[in-house]
């Protein structure tokens, strides 16, 4: 029956896939004409014209369309005009270094989220609660650039103990992942208190409390457990989140990340580097909201599809 | 066995408010009591009158606020519950003292297996003795009566019946032999031939380990089986207390009279077959089966389990048609098919003549207009977001020409105090109800939306005796008076009878034997039967 | 947002009794007057000093705050073009509230209401729902935002209509993971029993148990709406200047940050109070709504003893 | 980290290194004339062309040049420097197999490349070419194994430096020891980029760069490592003078003198310098005496008010588009001359545009449907010689040209054809007649760069650091 799911689901997941592509394939094209960008501003109109036809440009848009298609079932995913190469070439090396960033990020803001968001509901109204409210609320209310800038002047150039950005090293990963954190971390803090606020006021808490069990056991695994939905539900949408948007913290702290390469690519109109990416991170999302429909169904019996 | 006059536990003076705006409601009102290693203590009492907030708070379990302990004192093996910290308290609950609720349902996490919610009792209390914990859980279950106990012990809390869910509460209960154990109402779902076996498990565990027994029941049968001191309750005040036989034979207060002479089961007055039962036939059902697909987990193997079983019966109009038989045989499975919230495996159900299984639209919505039902489980049957007055409103809301909107207030206050409760009520929320309450307030939804058919799956099992009468009193009057039909699912023999003009009995999703009430009682046929008819308990004393 | 939730609350005298409520809760108190505060100056600011905010200081150019040699009206300091950041906060007030609430308002609403539908019904519009939902997860906000722009042109209306739609699917997931737990409750089964259309149900008894987490997700979203639409103005589609919101503010003063922190800093602080207010407000009308922990609310007068 | 190593940290990451795009800044900062060379080099001082590949030039008729190769050159991958590698090197930039940035020096010219002999070329223009010299210190000397019908991002050359590697984090050369010049002081540089101008300027800072061109004013704050120099960008505003108003002059200059000119030049910082026209001090053509417009708010409302006595329809709006990113301050800047604008009375309403949106008003065709407008932009003439600026200007067929006045279109032909002192005076009259007499644009200022260099460094930045940044001229102090 999973299996069964899992494969109509995959049959979805590959036809919303195609409609996606489609959709951006046509829809990139009505955002203009991308010759002259590519060239320098006082090129002649011949020379934009000379371009548009290198690069098939010129053609009727359907004539693209299948052009591209059939290039689809070679695996060819076009070239890119800007990098002079395979476009998917480019969004894969660009893949990893998000992927990386974003799975550090949400599984530590969402392990932290939990603690806190679970010890604050514990005692709703408590100092704790208070002041982790608002402080993780602060977090993710603050623009991230800020964050990032303020931060770097602050750790790097003023106390000179993280370096100011790059990779490499450990300590590289600190303040990304740090401002990459701070918004999942924020929201989610504030998802578990809330819904954990209602599961710790079930009856079946209090057979938890009359079996004898320890309280943090019964934080976290009676009434959290049954709060997990929305909260993986929420953590997977800032975590595809994560996976087309870490621009900030690509840009700022030289992550060489998908985020900014799709927003390069758009800016440049470089259509099939847009297309190819958007299709290394559709078929990422698309997996995470598949493994989290799986995941219902194990956090929850009665669930069913 | 020999019951140590040193009490084990002690209650002074114990009275409990619950806060809110206004005025705060006394739940206990000054109330003492005591027991000692290996004695049973029998609570009866009123519904609402405050016998669960009691026991509770021995525990430890009511929320404070809006729970609100006025005085008392809660002296368990000379130390005061009220003083401990959390983590001596833990130590007590589940080892020492150890509760079974009264709402099986609502109380079990739904998202544990049973096994792991029975195997937490002995992992909470980690103690020398070593062995597999699932061993012990097997064995436990098996203890309780829960067929195929290996299998079951991998299955969720939705996929046990009514009947089975108290029985693993109660296997929770017992898992570690604990000094006092409080049953609040543990045989309301188990049909009497269960309903013997738990009894016996549990004076075994009293004469294996002195267990005091704080029992809460309405059932004086029950009660009389088990007591050996008896407390009974009113409006949160103890009204009477003593020895078991006395209370009995010679109640003193006015409302443990009532509560007597209530007994139906006293004076078995033969009774005649109704006349006014020959109408036309209402609801006919066909070959009826229920297959369930079970399966512990999204990616273990399945297998089928045939909780229904190719049943047939016919209802007609101004009949009720009793269902008794075993836990578990698929009693409350054919209630939701009958109501269309589960699709049957196969089979037909013909209401007034349409197949109710095949019903859209309109016609389905007439016919929900027109059959009603008393879940089995009234606290999770009602919206906790809701206050009462609009969940008993709601059928009038859902079909416009019941009722013109002005009348509503009014009406919920009528249906409110036909069940025996009070217009203020209105306004509270099932959360703050004790589990009779609820009980009636399920009932008087379902009286609400005027129906012809109503099924009543277990739908007076919470309530005293006295209520109950009042309660069966009002439906048979509805009966009467507006010729309503009932399925009515029990396993109390006694009000079946008084109540019921046909029995099914039903074991393993068959019915095995079907009759007029007298003729069932007075010659059953089916081995099973007899055997339900024999197992009524005795009194202790006797 | 707060209203939604509480509105749901029928009690008799229920604007009386929210009153008393909010009294009872202090910090909800201050979040409601700051936002009352924030009202009034989105309606009565531009009248009072909407020609300060507009009013170039080419020579008072990033003025420190905290000082009144200008006059009280730059007491926070002054932009980069020597404006008063004080005047252009009130005066932004207008926009940025207007675009964010409109935005989140129309994806909470919108996209609840799919989820509802989403995770109730098993039709095939369900499933189209969802990968819809997975669809706008992996198209880029930007690139939707720049078709927008190329295809229907710069308008509040377009604004908004982008950024609701790149904010929904997170409530479309998350309302159908509520939903999907929700609908094997027995009462759901009761009301269905008793007759009760589709609508009803979802409407009246699965809503009010999945708005509270919408609601909290909404006031975070705030925050983040508010940021993204200062992204977007940077391509034509945001408020043009000489209009301005909060987000477009910090965006201006992030070059800043390391010279002249106060022309970030203060619209940064704005949209973090906002948000605060709101998430203080959503879980005070979180409690409100809860008849289980209503209590904690209300004036609990104990019997003497 | 070795001494002789340095960090570089970028803008912006160079989306490729194809030699034939080093007029891009990223690509020119990384590749001119550290991995590839071109066969001339301007001299930042007087615009002049020197010797770099090319050791000697002389014109043999007014279409053809006859160069001189520098002997004793290696190209990195070990082929030979020779009239043939040269040839192959412009063919490979003319043949339009390769999408090449640089030949849009050349306009439309077509140019045809013969062999004299090994160390010698001949290149023939269609058109007369009297400044080819200049024009060819765009022409990058690629080895002839680099292929010809692709773009590369492996650049051959036969520069100081050769490429070690090219991830999306970096950019690393290293010192090519078969160089034909001085061996530079650097055995290796590493570049890397960040958009953020604060966190360039910390890195170098921090010492985690040497290096870094083009941080924003506010972030220039240090005397010390901090040089400002004037950059070749001249940012302007073009008036669309096909429009009423905007075809009345008075109208025209009244623009120009209702900006409070020292007031907006506070966005830029203290050294920038006020515009009069198109191109900077030190290009062939540029007239230090025009004198730029001064803010005069009076005579901008007469002028205004008499264009309206005389029927013009002043009160049209007049739409002002401005590009997003387009220099540092650059919407700002809109914003407050829109409100000056606004201030003398004109109804002029901003627009701020993405950079594909902009272009379409910038280039010819210029979108349909247009109103009066106003256009925000910038134009870097670092090439020597205002020919690259006046007839994209000016002319009717000019790309960005809004302008139809064949009397122009005439001087400017000549101006273009003639060459030394006359031609210098012609592009000064001209300069002179566009900005006092017709008032077609509104030249803004003479934009100035900031480079934060180490204290380690012993470098400079001048005019031409935003199109390379030479490795070799940099030294190393002790
Ligand atoms: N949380 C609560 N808030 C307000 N009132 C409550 C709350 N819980 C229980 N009550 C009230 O306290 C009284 C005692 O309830 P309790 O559950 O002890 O009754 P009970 O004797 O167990 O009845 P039953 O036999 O019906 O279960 C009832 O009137 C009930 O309405
Ligand atoms: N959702 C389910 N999935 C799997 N098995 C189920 C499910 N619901 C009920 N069963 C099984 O079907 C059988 C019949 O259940 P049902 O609830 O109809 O019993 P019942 O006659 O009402 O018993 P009780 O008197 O104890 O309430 C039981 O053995 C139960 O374990
Ligand atoms: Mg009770
Ligand atoms: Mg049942
Ligand atoms: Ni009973």
């Known amino acids: 029956m999973m299996l069964g799911y899992i494969g109509r689901r995959a049959y979805h997941s590959i036809i919303s896939l195609i409609g996606l592509l489609t959709l951006v394939f046509f829809l990139t094209r009505l955002t203009g004409d991308p010759s002259a960008l590519y060239l320098p501003l006082d090129s002649s109109l011949e020379a934009r014209e000379a371009f548009a036809r290198l690069n098939g440009l010129d053609q009727p848009i359907h004539v693209q369309f299948l052009q591209y298609l059939q290039n689809l079932l070679s695996l060819d995913f076009g070239q890119s005009l800007r990098q002079n190469r395979s476009a998917i070439d480019v969004a894969l090396e660009a893949f990893p270094a998000t992927l990386k960033l974003a799975f550090v990020a949400m599984t530590l803001a969402t392990a932290l989220a939990i603690v806190v968001g679970a010890l604050a509901a514990a005692r709703p109204g408590s100092l704790f609660d208070r002041t982790a409210g608002l402080v993780s609320l602060?977090?993710?209310?603050?623009?991230?650039?800020?964050?990032?800038?303020?931060?770097?002047?602050?750790?790097?150039?003023?106390?000179?103990?993280?370096?100011?950005?790059?990779?490499?090293?450990?300590?590289h990963w600190i303040m990304p992942i740090a401002v990459l954190m701070l918004r999942p971390f924020g929201l989610l803090v504030q998802v578990v208190r809330g819904t954990m606020i209602s599961a710790l006021a079930s009856p079946y808490i209090k057979t938890a409390h009359a079996k004898g069990m320890m309280r943090r056991k019964i934080i976290f695994g009676h009434a959290l457990r049954n709060s997990l939905l929305p909260v993986i539900t929420v953590a997977g949408d800032l975590a595809t989140g994560l996976i087309n948007g870490a621009v900030v913290v690509e840009t700022i702290f030289g992550w060489p990340g998908i985020g900014k390469l799709m927003i390069d690519s758009i800016i440049q109109r470089d259509f099939a580097v847009v297309q190819s990416t958007i299709l290394v991170t559709a078929v990422a999302i698309f997996i995470v909201n598949i493994a989290i429909d799986l995941l219902y169904v194990t956090l929850d019996p009665r669930i069913r599809y | 066995m020999t019951a140590s006059d040193k009490p084990i536990l002690k209650i002074d003076n114990l009275t409990v408010d619950f806060l809110s705006e206004g005025d705060p409601v006394r739940a206990v009102d000054d109330v003492s009591f005591d027991v000692c290693p290996g004695e049973t203590l029998v609570i009866l009492g009123e519904s609402g009158s405050g016998k669960s907030v009691s026991t509770g708070t021995v525990m430890g379990l009511i929320d404070c606020p809006p729970g609100d302990i006025v005085s008392g004192s809660l002296i368990f093996d000379g130390t005061d519950l009220s003083r401990l910290d959390e983590e001596e308290r833990r130590e007590l609950n589940g080892r020492r003292i150890a509760m079974i609720f009264q709402d099986p349902l609502a109380y079990l996490n739904p998202v544990y297996t049973v096994g792991r919610q029975i195997a937490e009792v002995f992992e909470s209390h980690r103690d020398g003795d070593a062995g597999p914990v699932r061993d012990k859980v097997v064995h436990l279950l098996e203890r309780v009566g829960i067929p195929e106990a290996e299998k079951?012990?991998?299955?969720?809390?939705?996929?046990?019946?009514?009947?089975?869910?108290?029985?693993?509460?109660?296997?929770?209960?017992?898992?570690?032999?604990?000094?006092?154990?409080?049953?609040?109402?543990?045989?309301?779902?188990?049909?009497?031939?269960?309903?013997?076996?738990?009894?016996?498990?549990?004076?075994?565990?009293?004469?294996?380990?002195?267990?005091?027994?704080?029992?809460?029941?309405?059932?004086l049968e029950v009660a009389a089986a088990m007591a050996d001191r008896i407390i009974v309750m009113n409006g949160g005040k103890v009204v009477e207390s003593g020895p078991a036989q006395d209370i009995f034979t010679n109640p003193g207060h006015a409302y443990t009279r009532r509560l007597m002479s209530a007994l139906p089961h006293a004076g078995s007055s033969p009774k005649q077959p109704r006349a006014e039962i020959k109408g036309e036939i209402l609801l006919q059902v066909e070959h009826l089966s229920k297959h369930y697909i079970l399966g512990s987990g999204p990616f273990s193997s399945k297998r089928e389990f045939r909780a229904v079983d190719d049943v047939s019966f016919t209802v007609r109009r101004g009949e009720t048609v009793g269902i008794v038989g075993e836990?578990?045989?698929?009693?409350?499975?054919?209630?939701?098919?009958?109501?269309?919230?589960?699709?049957?495996?196969?089979?037909?159900?013909?209401?007034?003549?349409?197949?109710?299984?095949?019903?859209?639209?309109?016609?389905?919505?007439?016919?929900?207009?027109?059959?009603?039902?008393?879940?089995?489980?009234?606290?999770?049957?009602?919206?906790?977001?809701?206050?009462?007055?609009?969940?008993?409103?709601?059928?009038w809301v859902i079909h416009r020409d019941i009722l013109p909107r002005a009348r509503w207030k009014d009406r919920v206050v009528e249906l409110l105090e036909l069940v025996g409760m009070k217009a203020e009520h209105a306004e509270r929320h099932p959360h703050q109800f004790s589990g009779g309450q609820r009980q009636r307030i399920a009932i008087a939804r379902a009286l609400a939306s005027e129906p012809e058919l109503i099924v009543c799956d277990e739908a007076v099992s919470a309530l005293d005796v006295s209520i109950q009468m009042q309660v069966i009193a009002l439906l048979a009057d509805l009966r009467g008076s507006l010729g309503l039909s009932y399925v009515f699912i029990t396993h109390d023999l006694p009000i079946v009878r008084e109540f019921a003009d046909r029995i099914l009995v039903m074991q393993q999703g068959k019915v095995v034997e079907e009759s007029e009430t007298e003729i069932l009682f007075n010659s059953p046929k089916h081995h099973y039967t007899k055997s339900l008819l024999n197992s009524v308990p005795r009194p202790k004393w006797a | 947002m707060a209203e939604v939730t509480v509105l749901s609350v029928k009690s008799p005298g229920s604007l009386r009794q929210l009153a008393i409520y909010l009294a009872r809760d202090k910090l909800a108190l201050c979040a409601a007057l700051f936002l009352i505060v924030l009202i009034a100056c989105v309606l009565v600011g531009p009248l009072l000093v909407g020609d300060l905010a507009g009013k170039l200081g080419l020579r008072q150019r990033n003025l420190a705050p905290f000082s009144l040699e200008h006059g009280f009206i730059y007491i926070l300091g002054a932009d980069t073009l020597g404006r008063s950041i004080l005047a252009r906060l009130i005066v932004g007030a207008q926009n940025t509230l207007g675009i964010a609430a409109a935005a989140v308002f129309c994806s909470m609403v919108a996209g609840g209401m799919l989820g509802l539908i989403a995770g109730y019904s098993e039709r095939w519009y369900s499933h189209v729902i969802l990968r819809l939902a997975d669809v706008i997860m992996s198209f880029p906000s930007l690139l939707l935002a720049l078709i927008v722009l190329y295809t229907l042109g710069p308008s509040m209306m377009n604004l908004v209509i982008v950024l609701a739609i790149t904010r929904m699917p997170i409530f479309i997931r998350t309302a159908r993971a509520e939903v999907l737990e929700l609908r094997e409750r027995m009462f759901v089964s009761a009301a269905r029993s008793m007759g009760a259309s589709s609508g009803r149900i979802l409407f009246r008894h699965i809503a009010p148990l999945v708005l509270p987490?919408?609601?909290?997700?909404?006031?975070?979203?705030?925050?983040?709406?508010?940021?993204?639409?200062?992204?977007?103005?940077?391509?034509?589609?945001?408020?043009?200047?000489?209009?301005?919101?909060?987000?477009?503010?910090?965006?201006?003063?992030?070059?800043?940050?390391a010279s002249a922190w106060w022309i970030a800093f203060w619209p940064g602080l704005a949209i973090l109070l906002t948000t605060l207010s709101l998430n203080i407000l959503a879980s005070w009308a979180r409690t409100v709504a809860d008849p289980l922990q209503r209590w904690r609310l209300q004036s609990l007068r104990k019997a003497p003893r | 980290q070795n001494a002789s190593e340095i960090n570089i940290v970028l803008p912006e990451q160079p989306a490729n290194l194809e030699p034939c795009?080093?007029?891009?800044?990223?690509?020119?900062?990384?590749?001119?004339?550290?991995?590839?060379?071109?066969?001339?080099?301007?001299?930042?001082?007087?615009?002049?062309?020197?010797?770099?590949?090319?050791?000697?030039?002389?014109?043999?008729?007014?279409?053809?040049?006859?160069?001189?190769?520098?002997?004793?050159?290696?190209?990195?991958?070990?082929?030979?420097?020779?009239?043939?590698?040269?040839?192959?090197?412009?063919?490979?930039?003319?043949?339009?197999?390769?999408?090449?940035?640089?030949?849009?020096?050349?306009?439309?010219?077509?140019?045809?490349?013969?062999?004299?002999?090994?160390?010698?070329?001949?290149?023939?223009?269609?058109?007369?070419?009297?400044?080819?010299?200049?024009?060819?210190?765009?022409?990058?000397?690629?080895?002839?194994?680099?292929?010809?019908?692709?773009?590369?991002?492996?650049?051959?050359?036969?520069?100081?430096?050769?490429?070690?590697?090219?991830?999306?984090?970096?950019?690393?050369l290293e010192s090519f020891d078969g160089y034909w010049g001085k061996k530079p002081a650097i055995t290796k540089a590493s570049y890397v980029w960040r958009p953020e101008s604060s966190i360039r300027a910390a890195m170098v800072e921090t010492g985690e760069a040497d290096l870094t061109p083009s941080i924003a004013i506010q972030d220039a704050t240090?005397?010390?490592?901090?040089?400002?120099?004037?950059?070749?960008?001249?940012?302007?505003?073009?008036?669309?003078?096909?429009?009423?108003?905007?075809?009345?002059?008075?109208?025209?200059?009244?623009?120009?003198?209702?900006?409070?000119?020292?007031?907006?030049?506070?966005?830029?910082?203290?050294?920038?310098?006020?515009?009069?026209?198109?191109?900077?001090?030190?290009?062939?053509?540029?007239?230090?005496?025009?004198?730029?417009?001064?803010?005069?708010?009076?005579?901008?409302?007469?002028?205004?008010?008499?264009?309206?006595?005389?029927?013009?329809?002043?009160?049209?709006?007049?739409?002002?588009?401005?590009?997003?990113?387009?220099?540092?301050?650059?919407?700002?800047?809109?914003?407050?001359?829109?409100?000056?604008?606004?201030?003398?009375?004109?109804n002029v309403k901003l627009t701020m545009l993405d950079v594909n949106d902009w272009l379409r008003y910038l280039q010819k065709p210029f979108p349909e449907g247009r109103g009066p407008n106003l256009l925000q932009m910038m134009h870097d003439n670092n090439k020597g010689d205002a020919a690259f600026t006046?007839?994209?200007?000016?002319?009717?067929?000019?790309?960005?040209?809004?302008?139809?006045?064949?009397?122009?279109?005439?001087?400017?032909?000549?101006?273009?054809?003639?060459?030394?002192?006359?031609?210098?005076?012609?592009?000064?009259?001209?300069?002179?007649?566009?900005?006092?007499?017709?008032?077609?644009?509104?030249?803004?200022?003479?934009?100035?760069?900031?480079?934060?260099?180490?204290?380690?460094?012993?470098?400079?930045?001048?005019?031409t650091t935003n199109s390379e940044i030479p490795l070799a001229n940099i030294g190393i102090k002790n």
């Open chain 1, 138 to 171: 602060a977090g993710a209310s603050t623009p991230d650039f800020w964050i990032a800038i303020v931060g770097i002047l602050v750790f790097a150039v003023g106390l000179g103990i993280l370096p100011t950005s790059g990779t490499g090293t450990g300590l």
């Open chain 2, 327 to 395: 836990s578990g045989s698929g009693k409350s499975s054919i209630a939701r098919m009958l109501l269309r919230l589960n699709d049957p495996t196969s089979g037909k159900a013909l209401f007034a003549g349409a197949d109710i299984f095949k019903l859209e639209g309109k016609a389905l919505n007439g016919f929900r207009r027109r059959v009603q039902m008393v879940f089995q489980d009234p606290f999770g049957s009602m919206n906790p977001r809701m206050n009462v007055r609009s969940i008993v409103s709601e059928p």
């Open chain 4, 222 to 346: 240090n005397p010390d490592t901090d040089f400002a120099y004037l950059n070749s960008e001249t940012t302007a505003m073009r008036i669309d003078a096909g429009f009423a108003p905007l075809d009345d002059v008075r109208i025209r200059k009244a623009l120009n003198l209702a900006i409070d000119w020292e007031g907006l030049a506070q966005l830029f910082g203290d050294d920038v310098q006020r515009a009069s026209q198109m191109v900077v001090v030190g290009i062939n053509g540029h007239d230090d005496k025009l004198a730029p417009w001064t803010f005069d708010a009076e005579q901008a409302r007469a002028l205004i008010a008499e264009a309206k006595a005389a029927g013009v329809p002043v009160d049209t709006e007049i739409e002002l588009i401005g590009r997003n990113g387009i220099y540092p301050n650059g919407t700002e800047a809109m914003e407050a001359m829109m409100a000056m604008w606004q201030d003398v009375g004109l």
């Open chain 4, 390 to 463: 006046i007839p994209i200007f000016y002319t009717s067929e000019g790309s960005y040209s809004t302008v139809r006045e064949p009397a122009l279109d005439k001087e400017i032909a000549d101006a273009m054809a003639a060459t030394g002192e006359d031609r210098t005076t012609r592009f000064k009259a001209i300069f002179n007649k566009v900005h006092d007499e017709l008032a077609l644009d509104i030249p803004m200022f003479h934009m100035i760069g900031y480079t934060r260099v180490g204290t380690r460094l012993d470098w400079k930045p001048d005019i």
């Open chain 2, 152 to 219: 079951r012990i991998d299955y969720y809390p939705h996929q046990f019946s009514g009947g089975q869910r108290q029985r693993v509460m109660i296997a929770m209960a017992i898992a570690l032999k604990p000094d006092i154990l409080i049953a609040d109402e543990p045989t309301t779902a188990l049909d009497v031939s269960v309903q013997s076996q738990i009894l016996e498990l549990l004076r075994d565990l009293q004469r294996e380990t002195g267990m005091a027994l704080i029992m809460i029941t309405h059932d």
């Open chain 3, 213 to 257: 987490t919408l609601v909290t997700i909404a006031a975070i979203d705030f925050a983040t709406v508010i940021l993204a639409e200062s992204s977007l103005s940077f391509l034509g589609l945001g408020i043009q200047p000489p209009d301005f919101t909060w987000g477009a503010m910090v965006a201006n003063g992030r070059g800043y940050l």
């Open chain 4, 21 to 172: 795009g080093t007029i891009i800044t990223n690509v020119g900062q990384i590749l001119s004339r550290n991995v590839v060379e071109p066969l001339t080099v301007i001299d930042p001082a007087n615009g002049q062309a020197t010797p770099s590949l090319a050791t000697q030039w002389t014109q043999t008729d007014p279409n053809t040049w006859r160069l001189k190769l520098r002997e004793g050159v290696k190209f990195q991958d070990g082929a030979a420097f020779d009239a043939e590698a040269v040839k192959y090197s412009i063919e490979r930039m003319t043949g339009g197999k390769v999408t090449c940035s640089n030949i849009a020096k050349f306009g439309a010219a077509k140019l045809t490349v013969t062999v004299v002999d090994d160390l010698t070329v001949e290149i023939k223009s269609d058109k007369p070419q009297p400044i080819l010299p200049t024009l060819l210190s765009v022409v990058m000397v690629v080895s002839p194994n680099t292929p010809a019908d692709k773009a590369v991002n492996d650049p051959i050359g036969t520069g100081p430096f050769k490429l070690a590697s090219f991830t999306p984090q970096t950019v690393v």
